[in-house]
């Protein structure tokens, strides 16, 4: 007794823990954003808006007041969630005890505890976990009300299966599975029908007002691109079950077929045993939700002329996921019951699967600052005349999260666009934009995700004919801009306080009075960004680098400024072979200032020479070596054909950090000259290193690493045998690197890698 309580404890402690680790790591999304956007609201007007959208209002009945007193940023906001999600978990240990034992009920907990589907859901604000809560207290009521005549568990079958009704409108499925061991029962006891009836007319009532409110305002529409089959949402359901991946269905399917077959042959075991038989309706109230959950998801995603056709998303899975690892564990129970020790493997087994997926969606929980630097540059150079443009599609909740946050001390009025049309064109930039820049001022443009309504840029380069360019930014998907009818300079506030105050000379005349770190740790790839507030008596050149764990100083950019207030944005990607603590740190000459830190969450796997296949010992300048080479997907000797494309790996080592930016040049050289170009370079692709992810200056010393680069043919290309030819060059000055070692030309500062014959 004394291990089953240690179990079940360890099972909500473990729960809690899975859900809650790293639960702040990750940039709200679209959905959690309109989650916000909505309970920002007033009470009343979330409520209605609700009416309209395609979910009842409960999740935002209750997101509402806890924003306002946990706070809604990504850490308290999402903590609502792991509560619903922890409660879920404990609430699946009675029901499950009551059809297979406390054991079994244990199982049940440590399944879905474990469960990477349900970590996932548990980590988003979304209603699918409350909804999952609401189901298996259903199943619960469901299970005590069929085998008891006290009205309490009438009452909380009542009350739990409005709640889900006012969670999900699918929550209709719930009511048939919840219905199976209350009529089974109902051969014995007629009267149990009868309860059953009035049951049902009371959670009718209960429903009736919200239907009354919502059903003259819902909309029709349809998102869903072509219908999916039902084999294609089964196999997505038992995946999702079994490794919590929605992509690359088929290698995952295995796990998936494994767990549902344990899962089936163990009811099978459950169903022949004379002692479980008793429970026998309430397995079958469980298979009837796991059944019911691909089938509503199908019929919810086919075509038809009412309400709203979603297209299949693996959350639609969550609400009756409880009910599948409360069958599972009651069917493992059943096959240890019979064969101990091949029960005991099962569950193992399963568990051991289950985690082993879990590093996976943890390594996707990346946070990036893009969005919030982007508002943090509007409140720094904002003026309260200002207006901003917000051209983002439907993605308008990511960027209104952060500008709309309670932190901010700006309020412009915010214009989304377009609002005629599905995309800007020059058409209709006129009507969409004109009125707006004929009542402000300046108007900032802030382009998120601008490929979904404005892939040609069309609205920055209209603004650009009517108005100055004052400033420009740009991220990784992202572009802000501020344009001003006036010809002043735009200059940053000095009544924002940096996020990390400082009063430091640097170098004489030179003051930095703080900075703006937004995001601490980082993924590699990833690009940081940190906001210098600087003041200046005279001209300075400023040297930003990162310091890594070793004490190697790598230079992540360079750049002057004149006297004056100034707030300089500088950003660094994190190269693929970080890893650990990297120190920050500012230098105007010898003089330099530290300025915190930036955590790299994993390193790069250390390659090993044994992955070159063929090896070269040659040098780029004096401190960069190239170890070799791979051609992949072609045979050996390697042939092509025109049109098509080489694929060249190529594996670098530094000696020493690299205070320049070189850029790599990847050639075929072919027997005559391509009349295009006037020159024999008939493919290239030349690039700064992982298409500018990792320069050469973020190279840390004597770590083996590859690099990708994709040269594709012309249709026209002549038959014959071409040269590949590649080395470095610094992009200003179009000066190359000297080479030596294997291959080197040094007279063409190139390393030939070797011949590749074109045929017809």
């Known amino acids: 007794m004394r291990a089953l309580k240690f179990l079940t404890l360890a099972g909500i402690l473990l729960a809690f823990f899975l859900r809650v680790y790293s639960l702040g790591d990750k940039n709200v999304w679209w959905d959690e954003g309109l989650a916000v956007w909505a309970a920002r609201k007033a009470l009343p007007e979330t409520t209605l808006w609700t009416a309209g959208d395609v979910h009842p209002p409960l999740y935002f009945w209750l997101l509402w007041p806890w924003i306002r007193v946990a706070g809604e940023a990504e850490f308290p906001a999402r903590y609502l969630t792991v509560i619903m999600a922890v409660l879920t978990v404990a609430a699946v240990f009675p029901l499950t005890r009551k059809l297979a034992g406390p054991t079994a009920g244990a199982l049940a907990m440590w399944l879905l505890a474990a469960s990477p589907f349900h970590i996932w859901w548990s980590q988003e604000m979304r209603m699918y976990i409350p909804a999952a809560f609401f189901f298996t207290l259903s199943a619960y009521f469901a299970l005590k009300a069929s085998s008891a005549d006290s009205p309490k568990p009438w009452a909380g079958l009542i009350l739990a299966c409005s709640a889900a009704l006012y969670t999900l409108y699918s929550a209709v499925f719930l009511i048939p599975a919840c219905a199976v061991p209350i009529v089974l029962k109902a051969f014995s006891q007629r009267k149990v029908l009868a309860r059953l009836a009035l049951a049902l007319v009371a959670v009718a009532l209960l429903w009736t007002p919200w239907l009354s409110l919502a059903l003259p305002r819902m909309r029709s529409w349809s998102v869903a691109e072509k219908p999916p089959s039902l084999g294609f949402v089964l196999k997505l359901n038992a995946v999702l079950l079994s490794t919590g991946v929605s992509a690359n269905l088929d290698q995952y399917l295995p796990a998936g077929i494994f767990i549902v077959t344990v899962a089936f042959a163990g009811l099978i075991l459950f169903s022949l045993d004379s002692e479980s038989r008793k429970a026998l309706p309430g397995a079958l109230m469980l298979l009837a939700g796991v059944l019911l959950q691909p089938l509503a998801v199908w019929l919810l995603t086919q075509p038809r002329f009412l309400f709203y056709v979603p297209k299949v998303e693996a959350r639609y899975f969550i609400p009756f996921a409880p009910f599948f690892y409360s069958l599972l564990a009651l069917s493992l129970a059943a096959i240890g019951k019979r064969l101990r020790p091949l029960g005991l493997g099962l569950g193992v087994g399963t568990l051991a699967l289950m985690v082993a997926f879990l590093p996976r969606y943890y390594e996707g929980r990346d946070w990036e600052d893009d969005l919030p630097f982007m508002v943090r540059l509007i ?240 040098k780029l300048g004096d401190r960069i070596k190239l170890m070799g080479y791979n051609l992949v997907g072609v045979s050996e000797p390697p042939v092509l054909h025109p049109g098509e494309t080489l694929i060249l790996e190529l594996f670098w080592e530094a000696e020493a950090p690299t205070e320049r930016s070189y850029t790599v040049f990847t050639h075929l050289l072919g027997p005559v000259l391509n009349p295009a170009t006037g020159k024999p370079v008939w493919a290239q692709d030349d690039q700064e290193p992982m298409e500018g992810l990792y320069p050469t200056t973020h190279w840390l010393p004597n770590v083996l690493w590859k690099d990708r680069y994709e040269l594709t043919l012309p249709s026209d290309a002549p038959p014959g045998d071409y040269l590949l030819e590649v080395g470095m060059y610094l992009r200003e000055t179009g000066e190359r690197l000297p080479v030596s070692g294997d291959g080197a030309d040094p007279e063409s500062r190139r390393i030939i890698l070797g011949v590749i014959k074109v045929e017809d």
């Open 379 to 618: 409140q720094i150079y904002g003026h309260p005349d200002d207006a901003v443009i917000l051209v983002s599609g439907d993605r308008f909740p990511e960027f209104l999260y952060y500008y709309d946050s309670p932190s901010g001390s700006l309020r412009l009025p915010v214009y989304p666009a377009p609002r005629l049309s599905s995309t800007l064109s020059y058409a209709t930039v006129e009507e969409e934009l004109g009125w707006i820049i004929g009542s402000h001022p300046r108007v900032w443009l802030a382009a998120v995700k601008p490929f979904l309504q404005d892939p040609e840029g069309v609205a920055a380069k209209w603004l650009s004919e009517k108005m100055k360019l004052a400033l420009e930014f740009h991220f990784k998907r992202d572009s802000l801009y501020l344009f001003s009818h006036g010809e002043e300079p735009a200059a940053p506030s000095r009544e924002i306080a940096p996020l990390f105050p400082l009063d430091a000379e640097l170098a004489p005349g030179v003051r930095v009075l703080g900075y703006d770190l937004l995001d601490k740790q980082g993924k590699q790839g990833a690009t940081i960004h940190l906001g210098l507030f600087l003041e200046l008596e005279e001209p300075a050149t400023f040297q930003f680098e990162a310091i890594s764990p070793s004490g190697l100083p790598l230079l992540m950019d360079t750049f002057t400024l004149q006297p004056g207030y100034h707030y300089k944005l500088v950003g660094f990607r994190i190269g693929p072979s970080w890893g650990g603590q990297f120190k920050l740190r500012l230098r105007v000459d010898s003089q330099a200032l530290y300025l915190g830190h930036v955590g790299v969450k994993r390193g790069a796997i250390a390659l090993g020479e044994e992955e070159i296949k063929h090896r070269l010992s040659a």
